[in-house]
């Protein structure tokens, strides 16, 4: 088999699993709703200055969920203990690394479903400039998801790595993450500029899906 069918094959046994526990995305949900009530009753002390705040409680919380998934992203490869038997496939760590990405995207992208119209219900804000914002927020979870991967992938037989992975992951992700904020900002400022900022998300993507693959790889043969 090459690389796609068994990146797809273990893209459809991670889903099928999910789909039955419903543990992981489950929790990932309820943490999200949990985190934007939260800021919610945080910055709705001034309802004219509320719209400043979705930016950032949009991002920030799409971050914080996303590592809650990451946590257990592993999790069957690890418990079964063929993690380094679907790493020495013929196709390499490829699609190991892949298919996990796929997951987290799958993952971030239903709670994104979920985060974006509560954040905008208790904010009262309009959405304006969809296309904008849906890129944004897709080459932000892109990014993001590649990145967590990588960093759970990393840290996977490591102690204590509930607590190491968001010092690994925010402070790498934090160029995306800025900028997202600042695309979303000027979106609902019904300014522009935004062309640079999501060249930025681009040029970051970009970069870590294609090194992203090889420092796995790299890890796991070392």
């Not at 990451?70 to 418990?79: H, K, N, T, Y």
């Amino acid at each position: 088999m090459n690389v796609v069918q068994i990146t797809w094959l273990l893209l459809k046994k991670d889903m099928r699993i999910a789909a039955r526990s419903r543990e992981m995305l489950g929790f990932t949900v309820l943490f999200a709703v949990l985190c934007v009530i939260v800021f919610a009753f945080g910055f709705l002390d001034d309802a004219t200055a509320a719209t400043t705040y979705v930016p950032g409680v949009l991002w920030v919380t799409l971050l914080f969920s996303s590592s809650v998934s990451l946590l257990r992203l592993f999790a069957p490869e690890e418990e079964g203990g063929t993690l380094d038997l679907v790493s020495a496939t013929t196709a390499g760590t490829t699609p190991l690394f892949v298919s996990k990405v796929l997951l987290q995207l799958v993952f971030t992208g239903l709670v994104t479903l979920v985060v974006l119209p509560l954040v905008l219900l208790f904010f009262n804000t309009q959405l304006a400039g969809a296309g904008v914002i849906a890129a944004s927020l897709g080459l932000g979870l892109l990014g993001m998801a590649t990145v967590g991967t990588l960093c759970s992938a990393l840290l996977v037989h490591v102690r204590l790595r509930e607590v190491l992975l968001p010092l690994v992951l925010y402070p790498t992700v934090a160029p995306l993450l800025i900028s997202g904020v600042k695309v979303t900002s000027i979106v609902l400022a019904n300014g522009e500029g935004t062309q640079d900022w999501l060249m930025l998300m681009l040029i970051f993507d970009m970069l870590f899906v294609i090194a992203s693959p090889w420092l796995h790889g790299r890890a796991l043969q070392s």
